[in-house]
């Protein structure tokens, strides 16, 4: 699942990279987690966005996917939301 997220406020902090705003790309992994990505559209490469492996809601991969949707529009260095509490 990949969307484009333009946000214009430091949108996400990948590990070991500046905070990237466009798109964020969230893909299963096991035992019920995921990887969550993020780049720069129209690059190649693609940065784990800070907070991955996460744990998957109850909802799945698209309810994690929306929620870093989300947590990249609003900025502010956004990492992958804690959907365990």
């Known amino acids: 699942m990949t969307d484009h997220t333009p946000q214009p406020d430091h ?16 893909g299963p992994a096991r ?8 780049q ?11 907070g991955s492996l996460a744990p998957l809601p109850p909802e799945g991969l698209a ?7 989300e947590a990249v529009k609003a900025g502010a260095g956004a990492e992958v939301p804690d959907v365990t509490s």
Do not use: R
């Open 11 to 26: 949108g996400a902090v990948p590990d070991g990279a500046v905070p990237l705003t466009d798109d964020v790309k969230a």
């Open 31 to 38: 035992d019920g987690t995921a990887s969550v990505w993020i």
């Open 40 to 50: 720069y559209t129209g690059a190649q490469d693609w940065y784990t966005l800070t």
């Open 63 to 69: 309810a994690l996917h929306e929620l870093v949707v």
